[in-house]
């Protein structure tokens, strides 16, 4: 697997493969020093490992007043302490409570307008009116973010018909994403506020909230967004395929379902700015207010957004390869680590085909080492 | 370390006592010159074990270990796993944690000359050389026997190579090293076969700071 540093390392990893440590041990067969390399293999991964750091904030250089972002805080000097707490009193006492309020302004306003829109009876008036209004509030909802939004390679923007694939940092994605055009949104059916949002906009744009149920039923889900995507009058689908909030330093493995639907994929990369905030949704640590209270109160929210040209899959290409290619594309641009790992890995064990691979990759070198094929010559000429 | 909050959920009185501990062993490394870490190399890693300690409670579990994926994929991670857990124990704190882990420093040469009435160092040559004759020796008997072998050669390579072969490399294995005869590795045994390999750089994890 392809290992690029990381700028805070702990550890010098060893590039060393498998294959030139052990099979240029030119002596024939299996050695007690071959435990060596696993044993320290199995010891860097325990002191830093490429995974895990990435389901957690990632780690800045220089600190940026904001003690969620200090992991090892420790007292520095006197002057620093009363910039932060000016910093402090700012963003608490004087920023928050106009986000709020801005927010509050925008979900209402996005209620109300959707519902007020849905009323009207399905035409090309309905359209454009539900549009202007999830604009809108979009773009409340970023101010009340502070978001600064940076748009790149506008003439790629998502056509309708097509899916919108984007690396997933946290769910204000989409509301960054919808700043600057509307999407059909596909998604889990929710409780609470999320869901009255949910009923809301469906009826004045046709986005696809599917039951807790369906969702399991990957064929159902499949075909019914193929049928949006058939028809060409629809809104570009808006799909997440890593499945997990990642933390913005790097893009795991693209699930192949959104890959199989056809129809053009327009990919998009996401970066955030840390150093105005962090914008990674740690869902183990934090729930879902405890999240927008910190966003609320950290500085901004900075980002950049490419649209990249559009791609469809080719001749002889499977679905995982093109998941793949456009997993590549969209970490290039973002300048975020490709990984092969699966984000699902944030909560479930890994899958035991992977050990495998790895004892079948050390028994291939045993036996080429050519000790085995000896050894049978042997037992025949007896 | 006595706990004195509920199992569930670390009381202030462990938090701190956590921190206590962690500021007195800091102390305690540098004093006994037994690990020789360096301050910032201690906080980094002590902030690894809490990132890895999910439950907060200050102790490490297998199951912690096992929720690294790239260990989890390792044909030996069972085994490197259960080096840090002493006898019968299901749970390892800092302490221990950072005992297993010194076995992997380098050796630095100035470090050669040093003090020699002391206690040997954990990163010696001969104790990492008797940390890894301890993931082949199952039974903590001081010998390798052929069915131990059999057992951490069938970990390494799974289903591919049958019982016979597997059985004939361990043989030979045992044959080549084995110098009184026992048809087993004693642990002068395994180091004279692993006098000509670098021990030093192939056990050794450099820091980056």
């Known amino acids: ?382 | 370390m006595k706990k004195s909050g509920s199992i569930t959920s670390p009381s202030w009185s462990d938090k701190f006592s956590q921190g206590l501990f962690f500021g007195l062993f800091c102390h305690e490394m540098c004093f006994l010159q037994f690990i020789w870490v360096s301050h910032s190399q201690i906080t980094r890693l002590y902030s690894r074990f809490t990132s890895l300690d999910k439950g907060e409670n200050g102790t490490l579990s297998r199951e912690d270990f096992q929720r690294i994926p790239e260990l989890a994929i390792n044909p030996l991670g069972d085994r490197i796993i259960n080096a840090f857990f002493p006898e019968g124990e299901d749970q390892v704190n800092f302490r221990g944690f950072m005992r297993t882990l010194a076995h992997f420093r380098p050796i630095e040469d100035n470090e050669k000359s040093k003090d020699q009435n002391g206690p040997e160092p954990l990163n010696s040559r001969s104790n990492k050389l008797h940390f890894a004759f301890r993931l082949y020796d199952l039974d903590k008997d001081d010998k390798i026997s052929r069915d131990e072998l059999l057992q951490v050669l069938r970990m390494m390579v799974g289903v591919n190579i049958s019982d016979e072969q597997l059985g004939s490399i361990a043989d030979r294995t045992i044959q080549e090293a084995d110098q009184d005869g026992d048809s087993a590795i004693s642990f002068a045994e395994f180091v004279k076969v692993l006098e000509k390999v670098d021990v030093e750089q192939k056990m050794s994890i450099r820091f980056l700071h």
């Open chain 1, 1 to 382: 697997m392809p290992r690029t540093p990381t700028a805070n390392g702990i550890i010098e990893r060893d590039e060393t493969t498998m294959e030139k440590e052990i099979a240029l041990l030119h002596r024939a067969d299996f050695e007690f020093s071959h435990i060596f390399y696993f044993c320290r293999k199995g010891f860097e991964a325990i002191v830093e490992d490429e995974v895990t750091q990435r389901f957690s904030s990632e780690e800045l250089l220089s600190w940026n007043l904001l003690t969620r972002t200090n992991v090892n805080f420790h007292y520095i000097s006197l002057r620093l302490t009363v910039v932060w707490v000016i910093g402090v009193i700012v963003r608490y006492c004087f920023l928050l409570p106009l986000r709020f309020t801005l927010a509050a302004i925008g979900i209402t306003s996005m209620i109300v307008g959707t519902t007020a829109v849905g009323q009207l009876p399905n035409s090309s008036v309905k359209n454009y009116l539900s549009e202007v209004v999830h604009l809108t509030c979009s773009r409340i909802l970023v101010r009340a973010l502070s978001g600064t939004i940076h748009y790149h390679n506008k003439e790629n923007r998502p056509r309708k018909g097509g899916i919108c694939v984007a690396n997933h940092t946290s769910p204000i994605d989409a509301i960054i994403l919808t700043n600057d055009g509307c999407y059909a949104m596909v998604g889990q059916v929710h409780g609470g506020l999320m869901g009255i949002i949910q009923r809301a906009t469906v009826k004045a744009c046709p986005h696809v909230w599917f039951e807790r149920s369906e969702m399991k039923d990957r064929h159902l889900v499949t075909k019914r967004l193929r049928e949006h995507v058939a028809d060409k009058s629809k809104l570009p689908i808006l799909i997440f395929p890593e499945g997990t909030c990642i933390n913005n330093t790097s893009v795991m493995m693209f699930k192949k379902g959104s890959f199989e639907i056809g129809g053009t994929i327009y990919p998009v990369a996401i970066k955030y700015d840390p150093q105005f905030g962090d914008a990674f949704w740690n869902s183990s640590k934090y729930n879902i207010v405890s999240y927008l209270l910190r966003i609320m109160t950290s500085w901004a929210i900075v980002c950049n957004v490419w649209y990249l040209p559009p791609m469809v899959r080719k001749e002889d290409e499977d679905a995982v390869q093109f998941a793949n290619r456009v997993r590549s594309a969209i970490a290039r641009q973002g300048g975020l680590t490709e990984l092969p790992w699966d984000g699902g890995l944030k909560r479930a064990k890994v899958k035991d085909t992977f050990k495998e691979e790895q004892q079948k990759n050390y028994s291939k070198m045993l036996v080429r080492n050519g000790s085995i094929g000896s050894l049978s010559a042997e037992t025949e000429s007896d």
